[in-house]
């Protein structure tokens, strides 16, 4: 079975500070994996995600992640935030056409 | 395109009434999901659907909860009777399965559904 572990479920930041928001995945096959961003009522975004090739993977609003096989993660980062990337962030892993969602990380910018 | 449609977007009952809500999925895909999101469990897959074709309902919480897809364009997710524990934001998502696993779920704005 696959599963996401999202270990911070608040992440308070400073404006234009850097941020690394955690993602370890379980599974028995190879994995897609994906983050997704939700802001404040609306439904969720794809940021970007990992299907094959380069484990860096570069998304939208200047954010990345890294895909790490032997640590199973795939942490996101942004090196400077803005208070518009104020938002729920959650990391999925995909099994066929189903996803398998984190408990989602609260990313708060602070003036 | 306009993207996965969902309406109401906010619906308000008593406990007891019939709940529908309705979504229309991004044309040409033939995944549609339907998620439940709550402070207290999170995203929760309900069931979803491929090709109109319900393939896995084991997150609908209980016998209350039906979902129907009845054509490509349309789907509804009803609870009946409603109880307040089923206040929460529903979400359809749709995703266009060839070779199924990498591809993006799109979401819609959800429906705030409150039971009092």
């Known amino acids: 079975a696959q599963s996401v572990t999202q270990l911070d479920s608040q992440v308070p930041v400073f404006e234009e500070a850097p941020v690394e928001l955690r993602c370890n995945y379980s599974?028995?096959?190879?994995?897609?994996l994906f983050w997704y961003v939700q802001y404040p009522n609306q439904g969720l975004q794809l940021l970007l995600k990992y299907l094959s090739g380069s484990t860096l993977v570069k998304g939208i609003n200047g954010f990345e992640a890294e895909f790490n096989k032997s640590q199973t993660s795939f942490h996101l980062r942004k090196p400077s935030v803005h208070i518009s990337d104020t938002a729920e962030y959650f990391c999925a892993v995909s099994e066929w056409s189903n996803l398998f969602f984190g408990t989602g990380t609260r990313l708060t910018v602070i003036p | 395109d306009a993207g996965v449609i969902q309406s109401p977007r906010h619906e308000v009952t008593e406990m007891g009434q019939e709940v529908t809500l309705r979504c229309k999925p991004i044309?040409?895909?033939?995944?549609l999901f339907w998620y439940r999101q709550t402070m207290m469990r999170g995203l929760e897959l309900l069931i979803y659907f491929n090709n109109n074709v319900p393939i896995d309902d084991s997150g609908m919480p209980e016998d209350r909860f039906s979902a129907k897809m009845p054509n490509a364009s349309f789907s509804t997710l009803k609870i009946q009777p409603s109880e307040p524990r089923d206040s929460a934001v529903y979400f359809c998502a749709s995703s266009l399965e060839a070779g199924g696993r990498g591809n993006e779920q799109f979401f819609g704005p959800g429906t705030r559904l409150t039971v009092l």
């Open positions: 599974s028995s096959v190879s994995v897609y």
């Open positions: 044309s040409g895909h033939n995944s």
